[in-house]
């Protein structure tokens, strides 16, 4: 029997929060916590595995990048269809089925036996998980009033960020003493737990039935996977004539279906979100710092592997500081944005990032641990100010009716931005280790990278500094 409630669209347009049970709050909460939880385990537990993985598999450690986009771009590619899959069935109903196909595609990767099957299973993943993130975020909108909703996502990504915390140390531990094939079928008792508190507190929300806008979809879908592949290209060194072709028919793509959606009663993703002025700065400022930022632990575990020679279990605990930081700021950020603003905060703590950043590049082989992890600590202790505030300003103004649709567009542009992110840093790194594939040369081709990276901060900075200067969680700048 099912403790969880179901409700449609019209009910909530006023955003008044659900009617849940202290039993069913906590049990949703624990839900979409685990969601998030899967999918931050899973980003995050390859990064210290990639050598051994490469090795595994007889390709170089930089050719893992395609396994490691192949997810994200998947996710960025089928979130569009989420607000009419929820509306259609129910997010019950695509919840479970969500959690099912990422936990089958978890299986398939610790089953690959070469490089082609790794990204197939990954694709695979990526499909499952492509409905967690924006259908969880979409429940929690519904769930709780505007007050609210800043704690409730406080404290559904406290467990997630554990993800992070077991990801680098477990990930790391499997890879050097068991099996690298672990870090994936871990997923499994996850996933079961997952589908038994779907059953047990998702709400099922429905909405209006509409048609599924098809050729939306389709656009969106070949301008995304033409552009990501334009980035691969760039990175791994092909002519800069095919990536130019690439880049261009993705932008070609990417403005027709800008075109589409504007005539298109449904379109599958309402660019005319990007309207509301905190909905557009938190998206544009959130690309930027997500291109910059979306790589940094696949460089960081590069440089500290090849390029110092640590072992993938060290190199695992090292990161470990950066989650434990991003938990230690969750209990200060309600407080932070109710005394600042959002304006204040974001862009005073965009800048810090940016130089935080840029002192990655300190780093060389001889760089005591100690200090590394004192750094990754702060580095995730502002991390954590930076992603609740940019997640958060994008549904404050939103009405409940457009929830679905914000949750969707929100997430493609941040799976987006972190492909293009891994694609770049992949890109940079490429560049200056310059087919050397020596220690120095990593060493090197980091600390440059990482300079490179934290300029593309500064625009972020900037996007954020156009908000007005209100306080959460009121915040009324249309």
């Known amino acids: 029997m099912n403790d969880a409630p179901t409700h449609t669209h019209d009910a909530l347009d006023d955003r008044e929060p659900m009617d849940l049970s202290p039993k069913a709050t906590r049990l949703l909460l624990a839900l979409v916590a685990a969601a998030f939880f899967m999918q931050t385990l899973d980003s995050t537990i390859v990064n210290t595995a990639v050598p051994p993985i490469a090795q595994a598999l007889a390709v170089t450690p930089l050719s893992l990048k395609t396994a490691l986009t192949a ?14 899959l929820a509306d259609r069935f129910g997010t019950r109903r695509v ?21 082609p099957q790794l990204v197939a299973a990954r694709v695979l993943q990526g499909m499952g998980g492509a409905l ?57 008792p996850v ?15 429905r909405g209006p039935r509409r048609p599924f806008d098809f050729a939306g979809f389709i656009l969106f879908a070949v301008a995304s996977v033409l552009l990501m592949t334009a980035a691969e290209n760039a990175s791994s060194g092909y002519s800069g004539l095919r990536v130019a072709i690439l880049a261009v028919a993705g932008i070609v793509f ?50 500290l592997q090849v390029g110092c020679g640590w072992s993938p279990f060290r190199a695992g605990l090292i990161l470990v500081p950066q989650a434990v930081g991003m938990i230690a700021m969750k209990p200060l950020i309600d407080r932070a944005l109710t005394r600042f603003g959002y304006r204040r905060v974001l862009f005073t703590n ?8 840029a002192c990655f590049a300190l780093f060389d082989r001889g760089t005591p641990a100690v200090a590394i992890g004192a750094l990754v600590f702060v580095y995730g202790f502002v991390m954590s100010l930076q992603y609740t505030s940019m997640n958060t300003l994008a549904y404050i103004d939103l009405e409940s009716s457009r929830a679905a649709q914000a949750s969707s567009l ?24 310059n087919q050397q594939h020596v220690a120095d040369s990593y060493v090197g081709a980091f600390r440059f990278t990482v300079l490179i990276l934290s300029m593309f901060i500064f625009v972020a900075a900037f996007i954020f500094r156009r908000l007005r200067d209100d306080r959460h969680p009121d915040v009324r700048s249309t």
């Open 132 to 188: 967690l993130m924006p259908v969880g975020r979409y429940v929690l909108v519904r769930s709780f009033s505007r007050r609210e909703f800043v704690s409730a996502m406080s404290m559904v990504a406290i467990p997630g960020l554990l993800g992070p915390v077991l990801g680098p140390v477990l990930g790391g531990f499997l890879s050097e003493y068991v099996s690298w094939r672990l870090i994936f079928l871990i997923n499994l």
């Open 254 to 303: 990417a403005a027709v279906y800008i075109a589409h959606s504007r005539r298109t009663p449904h379109p599958v993703t309402e660019i005319a979100l990007l309207r509301r002025r905190t909905f557009a700065i938190a998206v544009g400022g959130g690309l930027f710092m997500r291109l910059a930022t979306g790589g940094m632990s696949f460089l960081l575990v590069l440089f």
């Open 410 to 433: 929100m997430s493609s542009t941040q799976y987006l931005s972190v492909s293009f992110g891994i694609a770049l840093s992949s890109l940079l790194m490429a560049a200056f280790v």
């Open 191 to 205: 996933g079961l737990l997952g589908l038994w508190l779907n059953r047990r507190a998702m709400p099922d929300i």
């Open 95 to 115: 919840f479970a089925i969500s959690i099912s196909v990422f936990t089958l595609g978890s299986l398939a990767c610790g089953l690959a036996q070469d490089l």
């Open 350 to 357: 965009t800048l810090l990032v940016s130089v935080l950043l």
């Open 71 to 84: 997810y994200v771009l998947t996710l960025a590619v089928c979130i569009p269809a989420s607000p009419w």
